[in-house]
């Protein structure tokens, strides 16, 4: 089975004038290797790729590709209309990604078994491994527990991306023990990777990467007292990152850095004044 452990950054898209700033990009990415990360997700949610022409995006993956130094990446990839999502795969299946991301085709509300047909369907037309995400906040579809194991038994779906909001359907997939778990509320990541969850997709390890690293190593290692320590000092940057709609605070603190420019693409928009003021702050 492939492994998806350990910090993995949903990276932003950075912005310069209105288009793809491909160089800060690139020297994101390379800031992130030296960290220690396990890996990227390019094209998630924090990447705003609903706001890309599929060009854009066929190129943010390629300099994300080109960058990570080997690091496997991940490719978002989702949808409401199951063979438009299976034909992106297909194109997908050349590139040398580590795997792909999907959530559940939003709006529709779809049944359960809609559910387990759509996932079924892009994981039959993906050569590589499929990583479910389940986030029913954004797409107005939960994924229940029963149809995470029965999708647990293709060859091709391997992870979940964690933002269900149930404790009891994280622990019972920890459990099943067939779904490697990353957790994707980052708030949830340490009390869910106490629990035997793989790791976690954390936008807020845009800010201090190599710190999340130290605390999910210590983790594996058994140090649970190091990595409590590391833990409660990110706190205040995970519950920051998150104050308003992501992914305008990571931004935000990243322009802070003087690493990108603070853009976004509308519908979003930069955070409020004083939580820029509060991110240059905490961040610097």
């Given at each position: 089975m492939s492994e998806f452990s350990g910090i993995w950054i949903p990276l932003i898209t950075p912005f310069n004038a209105g288009a793809v700033d491909h160089a800060a990009l690139d020297a994101l990415v390379r800031r992130y290797v030296e960290a220690g990360v396990a890996g990227f997700v390019a094209l998630g949610t924090t990447g705003e790729p609903a706001a890309l022409s599929d060009e854009e995006a066929d190129n943010v993956l390629a300099?994300?590709?080109?960058?990570?130094?080997?690091?496997?990446?991940?490719?978002?990839?989702?949808?409401?209309?199951?063979?438009?999502?299976?034909?992106?795969?297909?194109?997908?299946?050349?590139?040398?990604?580590?795997?792909?991301?999907?959530?559940?085709?939003?709006?529709?509300?779809?049944?359960?078994?809609?559910?387990?047909?759509?996932?079924?369907a892009l994981a039959d037309a993906s050569r590589k491994p499929l990583i479910v995400y389940d986030i029913p906040a954004r797409t107005g579809v939960r994924i229940e527990l029963p149809s995470l194991l029965e999708l647990a038994a293709h060859e091709r779906i391997v992870a979940v991306k964690d933002c269900g909001g149930s404790l009891d359907k994280t622990l019972a997939l920890i459990l099943d023990g067939r779904l490697q778990v990353l957790c994707g509320e980052d708030i949830d990541m340490f009390g869910a990777m106490c629990a035997g969850a793989s790791g976690a997709i954390a936008a807020s390890a845009h800010w201090r990467p190599e710190r999340f690293v130290a605390m999910a190593r210590a983790l594996q290692e058994g140090r649970l007292a190091d990595a409590r320590a590391i833990w409660h000092t990110l706190v205040p940057l995970v519950r920051a990152a998150f104050a308003e709609p992501n992914p305008g605070p990571v931004k935000a603190g990243l322009a802070a850095w003087g690493l990108i420019r603070n853009e976004l693409r509308a519908p979003m928009t930069r955070v409020s004044g004083e939580l820029e003021a509060s991110l240059a702050r905490l961040v610097v």
């Open positions: 300099t994300v590709l080109a960058s990570a130094g080997g690091l496997p990446v991940v490719a978002g990839v989702s949808g409401n209309h199951t063979a438009e999502v299976c034909e992106r795969i297909a194109a997908l299946n050349e590139r040398p990604i580590a795997g792909v991301l999907a959530a559940a085709p939003y709006y529709i509300h779809p049944a359960q078994a809609g559910v387990i047909g759509h996932f079924a």
